[in-house]
Structures are given as C-alpha cells and as structure tokens.
C-alpha cells in the first residue's frame, strides 16, 4: 500500500493537462470558476477511475482508432482552454474568453485526458495489495489516490488564483496567462510526440 501511495504522488506531482487547466482557469478567472472546474475534473477522473477498474476501458481501447480519436478530442478542447485562459480578461472575443469554463468543461477534460487514463491504469491494474477482495482494494486505492488528487489540484488552483490576486499590471498578467496556455500546449505536444514514437 505504501508503494501505491507513493505511486500516486509522483504520478500526480508532474504537471499534466488536468493541473494546469486548473492553474490557467485560477489565474484567468479566480477562484469561484476555479472551484467549480476543479469539481468536474475530480468528477471525471473518478469516472475514468471507475472505467479502468471495472475493465470498461480496456474494452473501449480494444476497438481500433478509439485511442486515437480520444487523443484528437482531447488535444482539440485543450487547445481551446488554452486560447480562453490565454485570451481571458482580453478584448479579443474569438472564443468568448469572459465565459469561464465550468465543470461539465473539467469533467469533460478528464474524461478524453489520455494522462487520466494512463494513470489511472497504472494505479488500478498495478499495486495488488489486497488480491483477496478486489471491491476493497478498488474503494482504498480510490481514497488514497483522491487524498493526493484533490490537495495537489488545490494546490495549483491556489497558485493560480494567488497570480491573479497580485494584480499585476494587464500585460504582466496577460502574460503570465498566455505563457499557462503554450505550457499547456506543451503538454499537448508531448502528448502527441509521444503517441507517434
């Protein structure tokens, strides 16, 4: 169990698309539409949890260019959060940056993320300690895997919401918006280079 525990908080500490949406959404929009965004990824990862545990996933995988249609969808609406924190508090309405995403748009990221379910499959198919009754081996793992996920999405929630809060001159904070959402783009990128390799 120990070695699960600790499974999950290297695999959770690394920035992925989930924590850093989360961090744009804080510093673009505060803290209220933060909250609620960081609900529908937490909704969405239990969701994906539940999928992998229960073996749905690997069923869904099994037909073929499903993974690679989930890797498109998830690129193209991250591409499209990146461009509303990039753009939000802007006069530039391309995509109507003053709407903050919400938690249909959290739970929908986590439920196309290719990283929730990579590690949700390692956490729930790997660290056996409890073969005797998979159910209670399931329910721990969820609660330990949830006493890292939410403090660690808190976390980069905080420090976005916290960038916001310094009222920074509009360009400093433009800035520091723009450069979440090409970090963002990062993620996506490697993402992709690392589908193709």
């Known amino acids: 169990m120990i070695e699960f525990a600790l499974a999950c908080f290297f695999l959770l ?3 992925g698309p989930g924590v850093l949406s989360v961090a744009g959404v804080g ?3 505060g803290f209220k539409a933060g909250f609620s965004y ?3 990824l ?4 239990f969701a994906v949890g539940m999928a992998v545990a229960t073996g749905l996933a690997a069923i869904l995988f099994s037909i073929p260019y499903l993974r690679s249609i989930l890797l498109f969808a998830s690129v193209a609406y991250l591409t499209y959060l990146a461009a509303k924190i990039a753009f939000s508090g802007s006069k530039v309405a391309l995509i109507a940056p003053q709407n903050a995403p919400n938690f249909w748009n959290g739970f929908a990221l986590q439920f196309i993320n290719p990283k ?3 590690v949700n499959t390692a956490l729930f198919t790997g660290f056996a ?4 009754s998979y159910l209670l081996e399931v329910a721990l793992k969820l609660a330990i895997l949830n006493a890292f996920w939410i403090p660690i999405h808190f976390l ?6 916290y960038l916001k809060r310094l009222n920074l001159p ?3 904070q433009r800035l520091i918006n723009i450069t979440m959402a090409v970090t963002m783009l990062t993620v996506v990128g490697l993402a992709l280079w690392a589908e193709r390799a």
């Open 42 to 45: 937490c909704a969405g990862n």
């Open 13 to 15: 500490i690394t920035p």
């Open 27 to 29: 510093s673009g929009f």
């Open 156 to 161: 980069w929630l905080g420090t976005g919401v």
């Open 129 to 132: 300690f409890l073969p005797s």
């Open 38 to 40: 960081l609900w529908g």
């Open 116 to 118: 929730a379910y990579a």
């Open 170 to 172: 509009e360009k400093v």
